[in-house]
Nanobody, 113 residues
């Protein structure tokens, strides 16, 4: 069993920055971790993922602006979001892969002026 606890998020003006973190409570070894997001009326979309070895991948729409990282000892993944845009507004969900995929509860990110 894996319980994911997200923190961070909130409201920011365009061009601003926010950081998200997602800590896993589990005795299991974790494989990939990452983040999806879902805006109102839209499908959930992959934002970024990172392997247990630290290899990161990003959706095109966040490349150069978002950075994903992880601390395996803390079983935590982080998402640093810079130069935020209106269209980044969404609920952000972290995930962690063990025997199956587990999801966090989601955290709201709002970009508005």
């Amino acid at each position: 069993q894996v319980h994911l606890a997200e923190s961070g998020g909130g409201s920011v003006q365009p061009g601003g920055s926010l950081s998200l973190s997602c800590a896993a409570e589990t005795a299991s070894a974790l494989k990939a971790m990452g983040w999806y997001r879902q805006a109102p009326g839209k499908q959930r979309q992959l934002v970024a993922g990172i392997s247990s070895g630290g290899s990161a991948s990003y959706a095109d729409f966040v490349k150069g602006r978002f950075t994903i990282s992880r601390d395996n000892a803390k079983k935590t993944t982080y998402l640093e979001m810079n130069n935020l845009k209106f269209e980044d507004t969404a609920v952000y969900y972290c995930y962690a892969d063990a025997l199956r995929r587990y999801w966090g509860q989601g955290t709201q990110v709002t970009v508005s002026s």
